[in-house]
């Protein structure tokens, strides 16, 4: 690494984390300021505010930051530089604008690969605690509100519920189906199923089991007073879904996609949209720091001040693309892939025309 490269990403990173600092101190006192009646209301402990909440808070916006900070970073520095003439300078002396523009490229590389990890693992644990703490506090009583539940608990077998209480973790007018091909096999029916947290089981009152032979008439039926048994299906399925997206590691948002899809349910869009996007998340932290670096490394007579503000234009546009693709994503409108890439390929062909155009 040679001078010049130091002298640039030490730069770089100092207003990286500057900007990630001051976007975070602005934006803790807005959420304060907004839920100050509420922690007070709630008579919640000082510490459980700091530690459970506040500090997780801001691991998650640090990370979510991170796109749009190293954008800015890049502009400011650039801009800095080109006001002052350096970029010009060092391209007079033979420097190619491709070597300029690669040590930030260099710089964002690290930045990404720390920003994947944040986001893979680290950011989910964090928001367990976040998000616990505003379903306790902020959030109003969840209660299950859903009609007629099928589920698919096996290759063969299908559950339903007729409804389904969460406060006492009781299921009415149930029934299991064991189904070979198109012909019913088995079917186990009860007025009431409800978990045992000692057991881990779901416990059956009164049951009755239909047996039906090939032809499909009824071959035998067995009752009794009650059963336990274990199914593919957990309380935690008819639990409130608040950001569970966002609580979930790549490794938990895969499990449970898998488990959803053999479920037979729908409406995974918003979790298969969580896993791609940070999948897409390095990759933008690379492109908009590229994007930053071109436009602000023009000389303008309007000064850096007018290519700060066209950085944060972009920066802004780019946010509302994001915003709009996860809305798509999660409502099936579109691909849940394409939907949580499509900021970033957008924004790759408007950083190539720029490139292309930018005076080197």
């Given at each position: 690494m ?10 770089f ?25 509420d ?33 800015i ?8 530089m ?25 710089g ?22 976040k ?18 539940i099928?589920?698919?608990t ?5 559950a ?7 406060t ?32 881990q ?8 089991h ?21 199914l ?11 950001r569970?997206?966002?609580?979930m ?53 309007q ?49 190539a025309?720029?490139y292309?155009?930018a005076p080197?």
């Amino acid at each position: 690494m040679k001078v010049f490269d130091k002298y640039i990403l030490l730069k770089f990173f100092k207003t990286f984390l500057f900007v990630v600092v001051v976007l975070n101190v602005i934006i803790c006192i807005v959420d304060y300021a907004e839920k100050s009646d509420d922690f007070i209301r709630a008579e919640i402990p000082f510490k459980e505010i700091v530690f459970d909440y506040y500090l997780n808070f801001i691991v998650f916006m640090a990370s979510s930051l991170s796109p749009i900070a190293i954008f800015i970073s890049a502009v400011f520095i650039t801009a800095r530089m080109a006001s002052h003439s350096e970029i010009i300078a060092m391209l007079s002396s033979g420097m190619s604008y491709i070597r300029f523009v690669g040590v930030f490229l260099g710089g964002s590389i690290a930045v990404a690969i720390i920003t994947f990890v944040l986001v893979g693992w680290v950011i989910p644990d964090a928001a367990k605690t976040k998000v616990a703490f505003q379903v306790k506090y902020l959030k109003k009583p969840y209660y299950y509100d859903g009609k007629n539940i099928h589920l698919k608990t096996s290759d063969s077998t299908y559950a339903y519920m007729e409804s389904y209480r969460n406060t006492s973790q009781t299921g009415y007018q149930f029934t299991l189906e064991k189904i070979d091909g198109t012909k019913l096999v088995e079917k186990l029916s009860s007025n009431k199923i409800q978990w045992d947290s000692t057991l881990q089981k779901w416990h059956i009152d009164r049951y009755k089991h239909l047996f039906f032979d090939n032809s499909g008439d009824l071959s035998k039926i067995s009752e009794g007073k009650d059963i336990d048994t274990v199914l593919n299906i957990t309380p935690q399925y008819f639990e409130s879904r608040y950001r569970l997206n966002e609580t979930m590691t790549l490794k938990e948002l895969d499990d449970f996609i898998e488990i959803e899809k053999a479920r037979g349910v729908g409406n995974v869009e918003v979790f298969l949209h969580e896993k791609y996007e940070r999948y897409a998340y390095p990759f933008a932290v690379i492109l908009l720091t590229l994007m930053g670096a071109i436009v602000a490394s023009r000389k303008t007579r309007q000064g850096s001040g007018f290519q700060i503000a066209l950085g944060f234009l972009f920066a802004f546009i780019f946010i509302l693309f994001v915003m709009m693709s996860r809305s798509i994503g999660a409502a099936g409108s579109l691909s849940p892939m394409l939907a949580a890439w499509l900021p970033t390929i957008i924004f790759s062909f408007v950083t190539a025309g720029l490139y292309f155009y930018a005076p080197k």
